[in-house]
């Protein structure tokens, strides 16, 4: 199918308006495919002219325009073109549709706990064709009446409140004016939890199977659900404006959640069947807030066109920070953010595919899918922190509020929000724009502290003049022994303050973590670190020097063997869960499997592994600190007695046993060392025939390691068209989890001869991820390297989310080979 243009969506935009669209689907058609009937009126400003209408329909049944037949032959790779256009119109047509397997479309999933079956659409970025016929793109918005055939039994909810008005037979509200890709239907047996918020009606829905932890964690979600809306309210003093608010937890969801209006769309890992770690629940009341932020941004106004998702993303991502720290529990919520989403943003910088925050080209729409990514969050987010500290939040607040009012159900861009932010402020915020919104690249922040000079020095590749707002602390034992606010324009700013400061072990630039940078500890900070980094009484500051420790690993100039001595030193004795959860996954991930030589790895892991041993046995039992040792205690540990015990369900930490999801970190590891076979995998998923179990049991098999389970998995991955997102993701993700390279490294070249072709039957986002994870990225080699780049040189066919993770992995790659060759020389 052809990918949307830019001049295209303009040119569609300049003619026409859509005025209203009503969509009859009938899901009771079985399992495969399903009926869709679309009646679209709208407007043209030049009558005689001719658009063009997308449809991407297993069966194209009847299409009318205006009551005149076209033939279904007149339907070319997802495009009708419309012509002899009148002052006003109306397009009719009726389709059979197809269920997708890879959360694009209308997915249809099976729940094999009870072979119910669950359908929603997730219609973004481009995927309504698959839906029901419409002019597919971000400005032409419009009203939506939907009404649904279900199975009888089955709950229908979507954008509007819905009412089944006979059996089987639902009808949902008439909507404000939608974009197309934020339309949404859920249906299927839901299992639900009801309340009200404001004069707002709330549900929680999730799978049946689900409903016992669904109606345990209900009051929590339900707790921020109400704490953002009215924090929302206060803050932009316009009031939700989409009718009912359902919060669906659904199946084999490829993205965290999904804004739609009225509908948010969440994967059902946040419904948590076993014990939940703080940092677990954080991340899901983070989640909540985000996607309700995108009821104003996002959804209420829209981007005219995707090259200002930041519009969306950036927005969502900050306040959905923000509102945890000041509405909700999660007073930790910035701590978090450096940990979980700026260290994913920094290494987005590091990646070749980096771009500016806004006004990247999006020339299309597949080309707009790949800037979803660490940078339109994170880095946009952590921008929008720099434009307050550079304004001031009355002003911002004050802008932000007039731009959505001024917008309201229509559509902004990059210009309109300045305008706004410098009416505000009185601010000229050109030159602010240009350094932080319009030029890509990572400034690296230094603090000496002697000559009291904070260095700031932008990368070769992205020259820029980035004004950062920061602060430089500096740590002596338990104390901190100064914080001094700096300013940092051009290369070098003198701060008279910082050289007068008492002196301190360990100095940290951005301890506050207001700005967008790489930190550079000094030489001294960074030997005093193992010993000195638990001491840090700020977790702030401790994630900063994490972070700055695993970006230095990124860039070459720390050795991974100082992070994992840290590691052993000052991870045990770490209280906050995000840092204890981000840190140990970035460690036992990236550290050890790529920047350490296989040699090393094992001896590596053993210190990973004593390090969960030791917080586990400091932690109280079955405190949700206790459970996240443990897990990673399963993960790392090589001592095979603990190892059978846990998976015999035998001398559990307290509040783990019967935990599925645990039994199956420990199952996974004893796969990758072979100690399980395929029969003993299947025994433990009998116990567990769930989706997740199920799910378990292929990354369990995945990662079976001999040539035999290796060729298995490899055909399971690559050629077995059956296989949903989520297995493809669990094979993948199990593949290169054992350390035979011998076996491994054949793969190498299947890889990238193989994995590409995956896209005659999965979606880009689908793929995108699971090529991520099929990546050869364990196989630390210059082979490895050199294939890579003969596959992008070659591009034969690949397409623009597949050749994204490929130029992103191999990037890493590429980290994880400088860093061996500087340091393992170094030590050899
Ligand atoms: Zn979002």
Redesign the pocket.
Same mark, same amino acid.
């Given at each position: 199918m052809p990918s949307l243009t830019r001049s295209e969506a303009n040119r569609r935009a300049a003619l026409i308006d859509v005025t209203s669209v009503e969509v009859d689907l009938d899901l009771h058609q079985g399992a495969d495919t399903f009926g869709s009937t679309t009646t679209i009126s709208f407007t043209c400003r030049e009558p005689g002219a001719s658009t063009f209408l997308d449809l991407q329909p297993h069966e194209l049944s009847s299409l009318t325009l205006n009551g005149e037949r076209i033939r279904p032959e007149e339907l070319v790779d997802g495009r009708v073109v419309l012509s002899g256009l009148a002052a006003d119109n109306t397009v009719v047509a009726a389709a059979t549709m197809r269920y997708s397997r890879d959360g694009q479309g209308l997915h249809r999933a099976v729940d094999p706990a009870d072979g119910e079956h669950y359908v929603y659409g997730h219609l973004f970025l481009d995927a309504a064709p698959t839906v029901f016929a419409c002019f597919d793109q971000p400005d032409l918005k419009a009203p939506y009446a939907v009404s649904v055939t279900a199975p009888e039994g089955w709950q229908v909810l979507g954008n509007g409140g819905a009412t089944q008005v006979s059996p089987g037979r639902w009808e949902l509200a008439r909507t404000h004016p939608l974009a197309t890709y934020f339309v949404t239907v859920c249906a299927g047996p839901y299992a639900s939890v009801r309340a009200e918020h404001d004069g707002i009606p709330l549900g929680l829905h999730a799978r049946a199977s689900l409903r016992e932890p669904l109606e345990r964690q209900a009051p929590q979600m339900f707790e921020v659900t109400r704490a953002c809306f009215d924090y929302y309210h206060g803050l932009f003093g316009i009031r939700y404006p989409f009718g009912e608010y359902h919060q669906v937890f659904v199946p084999e969801f490829n993205a965290g +959640?999904m #804004?739609n209006p009225g509908c948010v769309t969440f994967r059902d890992t946040m419904v948590f069947r076993g014990a939940a770690a703080r940092d677990e629940v954080l991340t899901r009341s983070n989640t909540i807030a !985000? %996607?309700m932020a !995108?009821m104003w941004f996002?959804d209420l106004v829209t981007m005219r066109w995707w090259d200002d998702l930041w519009l969306? %993303?950036s927005f +969502? #991502?900050y306040m959905a920070h923000r509102t945890c720290v000041e509405a909700t529990e999660f007073t930790e919520g910035w701590v978090d953010s450096t940990v979980a989403r700026k260290m994913w943003g920094y290494a987005a910088e590091r990646t070749p595919s980096t771009h500016p925050v806004a006004g990247g080209a999006a020339l299309d729409t597949q080309a707009a899918l790949q800037d979803f990514d660490g940078i339109s969050?994170a880095k946009g987010a952590a921008t929008l922190r720099q434009l307050i500290a550079h304004i001031g939040d009355d002003a911002f607040i004050e802008g932000v509020s007039a731009y959505l009012r001024e917008h309201a159900f229509g559509n902004g861009t990059l210009a309109d929000f300045l305008g706004f932010m410098e009416r505000a402020s009185g601010l000229d915020l050109g030159g602010w724009s240009r350094a932080w919104l319009l030029t890509a690249g990572l400034d690296v922040i230094a603090a000496d502290q002697e000559s009291g000079v904070v260095t700031r020095r932008a990368p070769a590749a992205h020259p820029a003049d980035r004004p950062h707002t920061l602060d430089v602390a500096g740590f002596t034992g338990r104390q901190e022994v100064f914080r001094v606010p700096v300013t940092a324009l051009g290369d070098t700013t003198d701060s008279p303050e910082l050289k007068a400061a008492p002196p301190a072990h360990l100095v940290v630039p951005n301890a506050s973590d207001l700005t967008w940078a790489t930190v550079a500890l000094d030489a001294d900070t960074l030997a005093a670190v193992p010993r000195g980094l638990a001491d840090i009484p700020d977790p702030q500051a401790r994630a900063v020097v994490w972070a700055a420790l695993v970006d230095g690993v990124c860039l070459g100039t720390v050795d991974p063997r100082l992070v994992v001595q840290t590691f052993g030193a000052a991870w045990p004795a770490e209280d906050n869960e995000s840092v204890l959860n981000r840190v140990a996954t970035a460690v036992l991930g990236r550290v050890v499997q790529t920047f350490l030589p296989p040699a090393e790895q094992a001896g590596a892991k053993a210190v990973v592994a004593q390090a969960a041993q030791e917080l586990l046995s400091r932690s109280e039992p079955g405190s949700t600190t206790a459970v996240l040792a443990a897990r990673f205690l399963a993960r790392s540990s090589a001592d095979v007695g603990l190892l059978r015990d846990w998976a015999g369900r035998q001398h559990l930490p307290r509040g783990l046993a019967g935990d599925s999801d645990f039994r199956w970190l420990v199952v996974r590891n004893l796969a990758a060392r072979g100690l399980v076979d395929p029969d003993s995998i299947e025994a433990v998923r009998r116990d567990d025939d769930t989706l997740a179990g199920r799910l378990g049991a292929l990354g369990a098999r995945a990662a079976l390691p001999g040539a035999e389970a290796k060729e298995w998995a490899w055909r399971e991955l690559t050629t077995n068209r059956e296989r949903s997102n989520y297995e493809l993701n669990a094979l993948a993700g199990g593949f290169w989890a054992e350390d035979d390279l011998d076996v491994l490294r054949g793969y190498v070249p299947r890889y990238f001869a193989e994995v590409p072709s995956l896209s005659a039957w999965v979606g880009a986002d689908a793929l995108g991820r699971v090529a991520t994870l099929a990546f050869p990225a364990r196989v630390v080699e210059q082979a490895t390297a050199d294939a890579s780049a003969a596959a992008l040189v070659a591009d034969g066919g690949l397409t623009p989310a597949v050749r994204r993770s490929i130029v992103d992995a191999d990037s890493e790659l590429r980290e994880a080979l400088r860093s061996r060759r500087r340091f393992d020389a170094a030590t050899a």
């Open positions: +959640a #804004e !985000h %996607e !995108h996002g969306n %993303e +969502a #991502e969050y």
